[in-house]
């Protein structure tokens, strides 16, 4: 039986206004013009932005979690000379750093870089600079620093952690960068020197000294600070320093033992030979930071990247910060505070107290740092 229907082709319908065209009139037209390569292009670019979208609605750091922990995120993948030409190119709202590096909540990392245990560290002394010395350091290309403290050999039980819990707490490095921490605790705590060899019997080491009786004092407003701020009684600094019945110092007062510098040295020597170290000071540190910028440049290695362009000389606060093209940045308020006034005897009292110690200490490390 023949089929009542007619077959017709689409060009044969009658023409009818837009509205009123069947809707796939169209569809069925562009898709007869249809080659395979237009539907794989279609079929990629559809899958393509699904995974965009997915991608960029999910919690960055779920995703280094998910599928990335060993091998994470790519954000770009710039290679230490690229990032040498960038070095200067500032501006950073909560830290001063080159755009190029990494920082810890960016959750960016680069292709090539790994969390390292680090070649350098930072041991002291507190209330040395230590701070502005990571910082400064920190603009070179070829480091990458870990920005707090770990205290990983001074404390039992983050020692206790091991040293992959340590080399999490590094920041992500390019296999030629070299990482570097810094905690002032490992100088004095006693356990330390034994640690840190056991890790890493080549380390580099570095010191940087201030004039012990300046430290201790700095070292006793950080408390004092600390403590006001929760509003807790502290005492003087006299009163802490000074014995009041014999008029004598005293040396069991933590600001004080701190301050002895030989001591603590000496027993990082039974691990460590005098060459591994490098013992900066502090008032060089504040007064022309780019001279021993350069020491350090050459105790590691490293090409010299760090110049006086670098820094500017902040008069209100006293101190170098850092500066670029377009963005200045001094330390935090709590580094290079004033100090409570002590008085000139006990100042004195210290000096003549530490002075034997110095001598100890310059005999030591061959270098006389020129304490009162
Ligand atoms: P004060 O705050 O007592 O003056 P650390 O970082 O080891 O805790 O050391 C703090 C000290 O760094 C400060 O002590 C200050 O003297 C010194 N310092 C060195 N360079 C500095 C800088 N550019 N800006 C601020 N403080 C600096």
């Known amino acids: 039986m023949k089929s009542k229907t007619k077959e017709v082709s689409y060009q044969q319908l009658p023409a009818a206004p837009d509205s009123k065209r069947p809707c796939n009139t169209r569809l069925i037209q562009s898709f007869s013009k249809c080659t395979p390569l237009k539907v794989i292009a279609v079929v990629v670019l559809t899958a393509l932005s699904t995974c965009l979208i997915i991608y960029s609605c999910l919690d960055k750091r779920l995703i280094e979690r998910l599928c990335c922990t060993h091998n994470p995120v790519v954000q770009t993948a710039d290679e230490p000379e690229t990032m040498t030409s960038k070095y200067g190119n500032i501006p950073d709202s909560d830290d001063f750093r080159p755009r190029h590096r990494y920082r810890d909540n960016d959750n960016i990392r680069y292709k090539h870089t790994k969390r390292r245990l680090p070649q350098c560290i930072i041991i002291g002394v507190r209330k040395g600079g230590t701070r502005a010395l990571l910082n400064f350091v920190n603009l070179h290309p070829a480091i ?20 992959e819990w340590y080399r999490r707490k590094m920041p992500y490095s390019f296999p030629q960068q070299i990482t570097i921490e810094k905690t002032p605790a490992y100088f004095v705590e006693e356990s330390v020197p034994e640690r840190v060899h056991k890790m890493n019997s080549s380390i580099k080491l570095i010191l940087i000294m201030r004039d012990p009786t300046e430290r201790a004092i700095s070292d006793y407003t950080q408390i004092h600070m600390t403590k006001l701020s929760k509003g807790k009684q502290h005492e003087s600094f006299e009163e802490l320093a000074i014995n009041e019945d014999t ?36 008032e060089a540190l504040v007064r022309d930071p780019v001279s021993q910028l350069k020491i350090v440049e050459n105790f590691l290695g490293i090409e010299h990247k760090i110049t006086p362009a670098n820094f500017y000389y902040n008069r209100t606060k006293g101190y170098f910060c850092l500066r ?26 210290l000096q003549d107290y530490f002075r034997p110690h110095n001598y100890k200490f310059y005999r030591m490390v061959d270098k006389d740092f020129g304490w009162p």
């Open 247 to 282: 008029g004598e110092v005293r040396t069991t007062y933590r600001a004080i033992r701190r301050s002895i510098y030989h001591r603590h040295l000496e027993r990082w020597l039974q691990y460590f030979p005098l060459s591994q170290f490098l013992i900066l000071s502090s």
């Open 144 to 163: 990458q620093i870990a920005n707090k403290e770990t205290h990983f050999f001074d404390d039992d039980d983050n020692y206790s952690m091991g040293y």
């Open 324 to 349: 670029n093209e377009t963005h200045e940045k001094c330390l935090a308020e709590s580094k290079g505070r004033p100090h409570p006034n002590v008085s000139p005897e006990v100042v004195k009292k």
